[in-house]
């Protein structure tokens, strides 16, 4: 299987986002972010399957996180390409 495909036993398949509390750069502020790991394409030069963790940008409430995580979790469904693509809108200025 080429590098780049993705594997179709991944498409349907629920990965549930999870919301992490971490500080922010500079230490002094709490902020949330939604970070979903899933598997993308075959397996490796070892034989294990491949994952990423892909996140969502830092908030500043708890209540944002949970819904950049819901629609993670929505996305998963799709395949890695698709959530791939949502965490990067997510990322860019509105």
Do not use: C
């Amino acid at each position: 299987m080429p590098h780049n495909t993705v594997s179709t036993d991944e498409k349907g398949q629920v990965y549930h986002a999870e919301v992490v509390e971490r500080l922010a750069v500079g230490g002094k502020d709490t902020v949330w972010q939604a970070q979903i790991t899933m598997p993308q394409g075959g397996n490796s030069h070892s034989g294990r399957q491949r994952v990423f963790t892909m996140r969502g940008p830092p908030r500043k409430s708890s209540e944002q996180a949970e819904s950049d995580a819901s629609q993670l979790t929505s996305a998963s469904t799709e395949g890695a390409k698709a959530v791939r693509m949502l965490a990067n809108n997510m990322h860019r200025p509105t």
